[in-house]
């Protein structure tokens, strides 16, 4: 009798174990993730305005290959990554930490597929904080450009 008990508490902690598996396992493989971003449609030329509204910004691309391309940005949108996205200059996922940029006027740096990533730059400077979180100032420059 005393060995029937202990089975049974044996196989009832190897079925709470077993459950426990399963829901880590589910957790894990449930669409946890954003939405997959809709690409850019946009691509711009050196020099040009785009955009209507009081506040305005000088916003450079430089590809991976050192190409840059400056464009004058003009919104009513308080925030830079606000207004690139308003014009559809740039594309990427909501995460943990703000907006994964994985693609900017039609040119995709994703670490995990190419080891490359927009590093986004303030007056020259590596920024603070993300394109999603930095407030337009006027006379500002920004930039994004594919690092490794």
């Given at each position: ?33 954003e939405e997959e971003y809709e690409p850019v449609t946009i691509t711009a030329k050196n020099g040009d ?100």
């Amino acid at each position: 009798m005393k060995k029937t008990r202990m089975n049974r508490a044996l196989l009832f902690i190897l079925c709470m174990v077993l459950l426990a598996a399963a829901a880590l396992f589910a957790t894990g493989c449930s669409n946890n993730a954003e939405e997959e971003y809709e690409p850019v449609t946009i691509t711009a030329k050196n020099g040009d305005v785009l955009g209507e509204g009081a506040n305005q910004f000088t916003f450079t691309v430089v590809d991976g290959e050192g190409n840059e391309t400056t464009v004058t940005v003009n919104t009513d949108k308080t925030v830079v990554g606000e207004a690139l996205q308003e014009l559809n200059l740039i594309a990427g996922d909501e995460g943990d930490y703000g907006l994964y940029v994985k693609e900017v006027m039609g040119i995709r740096a994703v670490y995990e597929e190419n080891s490359t990533y927009w590093a986004f730059y303030i007056n020259g400077e590596y920024g603070m904080s993300g394109v999603d979180k930095t407030d337009i100032e006027a006379g500002a420059s920004y930039a994004l450009k594919v690092e490794k």
